[in-house]
């Protein structure tokens, strides 16, 4: 027989396994929402970060007289244990929870009241001694403590996402300097339109993330206003009239996260605008990343039948039926992350509409769907960038080819021989199978030492002073 203990709360009593840390309210709370099979323990920044606000608070409740200096210690010893990664596994109730984050907060509350027992030297759920609300939860509430560790762990997940884009960005960096001399065609809604070097093209890849960089660290300066204090609703009914300060202070030093306290604690504590901010980051992410595996997989079909201007690194075998097939099997992942992340953003949006008056409810859809972006996104930056953009090399003889069979290459013309000359000789290279270059020849629209310079890659690809 598993030995247990008694837990009692205001619907009666229960019995918990003896050895586990988490208590009678975790117990009611795994019970109710069996709904993703995702804890809050596999969300290891949302742990930390409760562990980080629960220490905060001890240490400010004893600046003020409030919390005893053997309660302090012990609970700030058990929240530095949770930091460094113990007991994880005992944050059990699911991610997606009723009551607005409640029950991670009591799960918190009981795992931290439950080893600072054990460090004090009693016995598990001898809360007469130190209690999971009274002492750990001290002028505290859900309402402030969720949002808050929410919070921290966006920042923390927002800093990981920039390095992964900004290694990303390096490699497409690097293929640019690779690629920079080779002359292909560009194209506009998938027909020819003037040429360009594949190093530029490339280097687009690199400045459209890099960009992101910069709009998620603007979005990761939003999430640093915290409502730590607000208690119930943003009176602060509870809590010591210097306890926001004394927390935001404590907290700051603990994460070394610049957080700050929100100017209007009531309306910081039913707001999630910031959540809605930092997902519509994610999802901008999202689509311009979806965008440039689109490009590689176009750019890369083939190998005989379509583009073949670049190649992929071969992963994997790409058919159980046909032999030889290699697939884009990676920026297929990529794309479907994506994918992903832009659902979230409308659970988000929808979640954060969704709250009334002085709370928002629905902060716990809100985590899940963040955060799976976040962890997933800077998992298909790395596989990108590990298993395909650093592989990637181009069929130099396909582009040059492309170029030169190219009615495209007629637009350099415009300047010095007309539009309408210009036009009159695409059609007729269209019609005929022709190259450009011998019909201006033929035509006599130029000489050949003219031509040959006007056609010139480092002037087809950058802007050029017309010389009639």
């Known amino acids: 027989m598993m030995k247990t203990r008694i837990e009692h709360d205001l619907l009666g009593d229960r019995e918990v396994p003896a050895d586990a840390y988490w208590g009678v309210h975790t117990l009611r709370a795994v019970e109710n929402f069996p709904i993703s099979g995702r804890t809050v323990g596999e969300i290891p ?25 053997e309660r302090r210690d012990a609970i700030v010893a058990a929240c530095e244990e949770i930091r460094a990664g113990k007991l994880h596994d005992q944050f059990v109730v699911d991610q997606i929870q009723g009551g607005a984050g409640t029950s991670t907060n009591m799960n918190a509350n009981e795992v931290i009241a439950n080893r600072a027992l054990e460090i004090m030297g009693h016995q598990k759920g001898q809360y007469q001694i130190l209690h999971p609300n009274e002492h750990v939860n001290m002028s505290q509430s859900t309402n402030d403590v969720y949002p808050t560790a929410l919070r921290l762990a966006a920042w923390k997940g927002l800093q990981k996402l920039i390095g992964a884009l900004a290694s990303l960005r390096g490699a497409f960096e690097d293929k640019a300097g690779e690629f920079r001399d080779i002359l292909k065609m560009g194209r506009t809604q998938l027909q020819e339109a003037v040429p360009m070097t594949l190093g530029q093209e490339f280097n687009a890849f690199a400045i459209t993330i890099g960009e992101d960089e910069l709009r998620l660290a603007e979005a990761a300066a939003l999430v640093c206003e915290i409502n730590l204090g607000a208690t ?22 603990i994460t070394v996260i610049p957080v700050i306290t929100a100017p209007d604690l009531v309306e910081a504590t039913s707001d999630t605008g910031a959540f809605v901010q930092v997902s519509g980051v994610t999802k901008r992410v999202a689509v311009k990343l979806s965008k440039i595996c689109n490009d590689l997989r176009l750019l890369s079909s083939g190998p005989r039948a379509g583009f073949n201007e670049i190649n992929l690194p071969a992963k994997q075998a790409g058919s159980s039926i046909m032999p030889g097939k290699v697939n884009p099997v990676i920026p ?54 590990d298993n395909c953009v650093t592989g990637i090399t181009a069929n130099r003889e396909v582009l040059k080819e492309t170029v030169r069979r190219s009615i495209g290459i007629v637009t350099a013309l415009n300047p010095y021989i007309g539009y309408a000359a210009a036009t009159e000789v695409a059609t007729e290279a269209h019609l005929t199978g022709r190259g450009v270059y011998e019909l201006v020849l033929e035509k006599g629209l130029l000489p050949k030492e003219r031509l040959d310079a006007i056609l010139r890659p480092e002037t087809l690809t950058r802007p050029a002073v017309f010389v009639a």
Do not use: W
């Open 232 to 253: 119930a609703i943003g009176t602060g009914i509870t809590a010591h009239p210097d306890y926001a300060e004394r927390v935001r202070a404590r907290l700051a030093e």
């Open 45 to 69: 920044e949302l742990v930390r970060a409760l562990a980080a606000i629960k220490q905060a608070a001890a240490l400010a409740n004893a600046d003020l007289g409030l919390l005893s200096p």
């Open 332 to 385: 297929e992942v990529v794309n479907q992350i994506c994918f992903e992340v832009i659902g979230n953003d409308m659970t988000i949006t929808m979640a954060a509409e969704g709250g009334q008056l002085q709370l928002n409810a629905f902060e716990p859809v809100i985590a899940y769907s963040l955060f799976r972006s976040v962890d997933h996104l800077v998992a298909g930056c790395a596989t990108l960038r």
